[in-house]
């Protein structure tokens, strides 16, 4: 048994309860088997055993009353998993499924994809249970405010940067700030996804779903194709889905799937003009369900189903899929079915959407295949440069973060191309982004010592 195997062992005893956890450690220290043989030095600092313990867990208690008066009592978590390479950063979701599993593999993986951003972000994640939909907005802002309440003790802009995900957006993140500063009594970058007139970024917003576009593009670029003319899927209808598709639209493809918990709808004309900007007063002011998309624009809807299922269901032909929704969405005989419809190329905009069996099928299938921690890494890598921008007490123009953020994925890509040749698994792009994320945080851990 290889130590790694030892590692996996011990945290599937050890963390039983975590399922998501135990996904995410497995698909992540599966792939880094080739670097035990390169670097014996990882294995005498026991990097492999440590990496997956995180640096601290906060969990903590959230009372806040609703409009009636009456009071409820949420669970607020952070976990800062490995501060190696700088400040804690990572996003906070707000959704009933939250529990310490789905913010320890949330966590987990942004040690890694925040390393291969370039950028010195160390991996954290947080968020609470506490369900967003039906509430008003005024006691979305008082929960906001309960949150911060314990939750500010334990960051600041040099030692732990929240943001959003799931639940969490511009709305969450402005009463979050506010109160943070009427708290703290300070201006400073302590949360990114600000709004421009307080501090944020030009195309932080756009940031996870135009990356997950520049770096398909990456992907299709190596089989010499481009987006044009490419039918895409997207799931869910939120940030991400929202602007992958303003996107491949200006690439000259058109989405055809949108999908939310309670469906999922197919527009074969493609979501794009007059359709996108319903979407974007549906999903962002109107704060509505996707089946309006349907009834508005006469378009099919599927009660119940994910797009996957949509997919599986009906074959529709497919030549990009973009994930958007979130974890676990993607199983193995919908990964057959994207294989039988003819996919070229899967890059996920959710966190780890596709199961390790779908992986799999994909890999197998000669599926290009852009994992998450490489392909979503746009929105927190434009995160970080709201981060150097707060630093600065300057703003960049739209064009010089795009740019950034262009270039960014296009090293994320070229560096998880790399590794995988150099440690002998080329085109696998799961193990080139693992183990390029994965060298800088072990070497500075190394580095520290036992500590
Ligand atoms: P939003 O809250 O803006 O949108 C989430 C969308 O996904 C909604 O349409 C939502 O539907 C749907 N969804 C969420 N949970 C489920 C579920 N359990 N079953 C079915 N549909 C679901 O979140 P984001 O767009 O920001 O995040 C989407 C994904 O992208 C997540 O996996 C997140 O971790 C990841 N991500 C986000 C980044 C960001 O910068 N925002 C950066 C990198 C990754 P409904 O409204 O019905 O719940
Ligand atoms: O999963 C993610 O990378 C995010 N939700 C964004 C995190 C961030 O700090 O911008």
Redesign the pocket.
């Known amino acids: 048994m290889s130590i790694i195997d030892e590692v996996i062992a011990k945290v599937k005893e050890k963390d039983k309860g975590q399922p998501e956890f135990i996904q995410a450690v497995e698909e992540v220290l599966t792939t880094l088997k080739p670097t035990e043989e390169k670097h014996p030095e990882f294995i005498k600092a026991k990097i492999y055993d440590r990496i997956v313990e995180p640096d601290r867990v906060v969990m903590f208690r959230v009372p806040w009353e609703d409009d009636k008066g009456e009071i409820h009592i949420n669970r607020g978590f952070r976990v800062q998993f490995n501060g190696s390479i700088g400040p804690y950063?990572?996003?906070l979701?707000f959704h009933p499924s939250v529990y310490l599993g789905i913010i320890k593999f949330?966590g987990f993986?942004?040690i890694f994809?925040n390393s291969l951003t370039t950028l010195p972000?160390g991996g954290a994640?947080g968020g609470s249970d506490f369900n967003p939909k039906g509430k008003t907005d005024s006691e979305v802002m008082r929960f906001c405010y309960a949150f911060m309440r314990e939750l500010y003790r334990h960051i600041g802009p040099d030692t732990d940067?929240?943001?959003?995900?799931i639940g969490v957006g511009g709305r969450e993140i402005g009463y979050m700030y506010g109160y943070y500063k009427k708290i703290v009594n300070e201006h400073t970058g302590v949360l990114?996804?600000k709004a421009l007139e307080y501090g944020g970024s030009l195309i932080?917003p756009e940031a996870?779903g135009y990356g997950v576009v520049y770096f398909a593009a990456e992907m299709l670029a190596t089989k010499g194709m481009d987006f044009n003319g490419k039918v895409v899927v997207t799931s869910g209808s939120g940030n991400v889905a929202q602007y992958t598709i303003e996107k491949v639209n200006q690439l000259g493809g058109k989405v055809i799937t949108l999908s939310d918990s309670n469906g999922t709808i197919v527009d074969m004309d493609g979501v794009k003009g007059e359709k996108w900007n319903f979407l974007m007063d549906l999903k962002n002011v109107r704060r509505g369900r996707i089946k309006e998309y349907a009834d508005k624009f006469n378009v099919p809807y599927y009660e119940g189903k994910s797009v996957w299922d949509v997919i599986r269901d009906e074959g529709l032909k497919v030549d990009v899929a973009l994930p958007g929704a979130t974890q676990n969405e993607i199983h193995k005989d919908h990964a057959e079915a994207l294989v039988r419809v003819g996919t070229i190329a899967v890059a996920e905009g959710a966190?780890m959407p596709s199961t390790l069996d779908a992986i799999k099928v994909f890999q197998d299938n000669g599926v290009l295949y852009g994992p998450a921690k490489a392909a979503?890494?746009g929105?927190?890598a434009?995160?970080g440069l709201e981060m150097s921008q707060n630093s600065l007490r300057y703003a960049w123009t739209r064009e010089e973060v795009d740019n950034r953020l262009k270039n960014i994925m296009k090293s994320i890509h070229k560096s998880s191309v790399e590794a995988a040749e150099a440690y002998g698994r080329p085109g696998d792009l799961l193990t080139g982004a693992n183990i390029a994320g994965f060298l800088k945080v072990a070497k500075a851990m190394v580095a520290f010592g036992v500590v």
């Open positions: 950063k990572g996003g979701r949330l993986e942004q994809k972000m994640k940067v929240p943001a959003g995900d990114t996804g932080r996870t966190n979503n890494a929105g927190v434009v995160s």
